[in-house]
């Protein structure tokens, strides 16, 4: 599932900035996840402790500073 999700805004004929014509927004893995089913895989504690949680489902990436 993506995580990332592309929306066009509207550009109106008398923006003064020059427009941005798609923008990206990420939407959190816990929003589709109604509960925590039984038996879901975990990391193992090294892994977990370095990405900020248990289950690679609610694993969720910040992205990159973009130049």
């Known amino acids: 599932m993506n995580q990332f999700r ?21 939407t959190p893995p816990n929003l589709f ?3 925590q089913p039984p038996g879901l ?3 193992n504690a090294h892994e977990a402790l370095k990405l ?11 992205p990159g500073k973009q130049t």
């Open 6 to 26: 592309v929306y066009c805004p509207f550009i109106g004929p008398f923006d003064p900035c020059p427009p941005i014509r798609e923008k990206v927004y990420s």
């Open 41 to 43: 895989p975990q990391f």
């Open 33 to 35: 996840l109604g509960f």
């Open 52 to 62: 900020g949680t248990l289950w690679p489902a609610l694993y969720s990436p910040y």
